[in-house]
């Protein structure tokens, strides 16, 4: 189970990938039902102020021991060229050797490159620095594509926000679907973003969708098992059709039907995880017509068919 968390905070310290290690792990939010974690800042130099990306100066409260023997050693990014202190390196080397996992923000990655845990691997980071882990590192299979990637006990996050994406997917496949929900939600983020990085590259990343889409999309999460199409949805936001589609599109980042597509697929997902309804039911309540549609489109999304999602996710024993 996911219970202790250490983040090794090394100078400089990137704020915003060690933000989202806070973000996630280290928020008291057992008054939603989300389980508490043991999160430990820990750095070389404990109780030392250490110097950061942004300027601005953070204090770890714990030494580099207090990083061994836990759940999961996360790398919250930083510098790329090294050298990296050894101590670090045979943390996690021995967290990932002895049952635990290891994690990498953004350019963590190389790291975890030089701890030699990425040999053999798929792994991906930051675009910006893909040639380069993968030119330093010829035996790690790096991969462009994608917003994490996890390769038994390693998982590695492209850059920056890739890292909540990273980190509640560890929190889904370790503590179920509802308790990464919970935290996304708290969070505003989705629990679950398809797709890979390659379409941030060139493309600026979109802003919050206004009001009028919040709303729509919001009353949508709630009636997904219901038809739902551009003129109805566009009725709904009080605009024509083509305004719309096109606003949609430009604000979330996705068009309609690709972005109804995927929150019924998170919503298969959590029932296929929570109960013990059979596939054609769960289709239905997702808002898909027929089993043979869920599984074809949650295949194309996820990677495997419903029932092998059960069977690996499933906390109840439960059969299809």
Not at 98 to 109: D, E, H, P, Q, T
Not at 227 to 232: A, D, G, V
Not at 301 to 320: D, M
Request: proline share 6%; charged share 25%.
């Amino acid at each position: 189970m996911l219970r202790t968390i250490a983040v090794v905070a090394q100078e400089p310290v990137a704020m915003f990938e060690l933000g989202v290690l806070c973000e996630v792990f280290g928020i008291d939010r057992t008054d939603d039902g989300v389980p508490a974690f043991d999160f430990r800042v820990c750095s070389a130099r404990p109780g030392e102020a250490l110097r950061t990306t942004s300027g601005l100066g953070i204090v770890a409260p714990f030494p580099l021991e207090a990083a061994r023997s836990v759940d999961l050693v996360a790398i919250p990014g930083g510098a790329v060229d090294g050298p990296y202190d050894p101590v670090v390196l045979d943390i996690l080397r021995d967290n990932a050797a002895n049952g635990g996992r290891v994690l990498s923000v953004c350019s963590g990655a190389f790291q975890l490159a030089a701890a030699g845990l990425l040999d053999g691997r798929e792994c991906t980071t930051h675009w910006r620095y893909a040639a380069r882990l993968a030119d330093e590192h010829p035996r790690a299979c790096v991969d462009l594509d994608v917003l994490y990637v996890e390769d038994g006990p390693v998982l590695t996050s492209a850059g920056t926000a890739a890292g909540i994406d990273a980190c509640l997917h560890l929190v889904r496949t370790e503590l179920g679907s509802e308790v990464a929900t919970r935290i996304a939600r708290r969070m505003v983020v989705p629990p679950h973003r398809s797709g890979g990085q390659r379409q941030f590259v060139e493309t600026p990343v979109p802003t919050e969708p206004c009001e009028g889409l919040q709303d729509v999309m919001e009353w949508v999460s709630e009636h997904l098992d219901e038809e739902h199409s551009i003129p109805s949805l566009a009725r709904r936001a009080a605009m024509s059709e083509r305004t719309f589609a096109r606003r949609f599109t430009a604000e979330v980042g996705t068009t309609p039907h690709r972005w109804l597509t995927s929150q019924r697929v998170l919503r298969a997902r959590h029932l296929l995880e929570s109960t013990d309804l059979d596939v054609e039911r769960i289709a239905r309540e997702s808002g898909f017509a027929t089993a043979a549609v869920l599984r074809h489109h949650f295949q194309r999304e996820i990677g495997i068919p419903p029932v092998s999602y059960r069977r690996a996710f499933s906390k109840q024993l439960v059969s299809t």
